[in-house]
């Protein structure tokens, strides 16, 4: 089993920046592909990002691509998100995701694992 916390929103003005953490327990964390998913209201659950277990590979959502960056550290079990250029539109509720499936995801049902969410509030 994997548990999730985030941790690093909170309300920015738009262009700036935020940086968000995910902190994993449990020994097999190294095993398991990570995500980050964002939830506004109104709105269903939206892909943000994914990495996969090493961290050799990374996919973006269109909207963010060229303004947030996914990483991990294995040794401390963690992933992050970073966000720059922040918008209004960003918005939102998010998630840090983990699944055990080896292969690229951007959907919801195949993560087995969440975190209960961080705000991220973007002003104008």
């Known amino acids: 089993q994997v548990q999730l916390v985030e941790s690093g929103g909170g309300l920015v003005q738009a262009g700036g ?3 968000l953490s995910c902190a994993a327990s449990g020994r097999t964390f190294s095993r ?3 995500g980050w ?3 506004a209201p109104g709105k ?3 892909f943000v990002a994914t990495i996969s ?3 050799g590979s990374v996919y973006y959502a269109d909207s963010v691509k060229g303004r947030f960056t996914i990483s991990r550290d ?3 079990n963690t992933v992050n998100l970073q966000m720059n250029s922040l918008k209004p539109e960003d918005t939102a509720v998010y998630y ?3 699944r055990l499936t080896t292969y690229y995801s951007a959907t919801t049902k195949d993560y087995d694992y969440w975190g209960q969410g961080t705000q991220v ?3 104008s």
Do not use: I, P
Request: aromatic fraction near 8%.
């Open 17 to 19: 920046s935020l940086r």
């Open 74 to 76: 294995n040794a401390k």
């Open 37 to 39: 998913f964002r939830q």
């Open 53 to 55: 277990r090493s961290g």
């Open 121 to 123: 509030t973007v002003s």
């Open 44 to 46: 269903e659950r939206e």
């Open 96 to 98: 840090c995701a983990a």
């Open 32 to 34: 398991y592909a990570m």
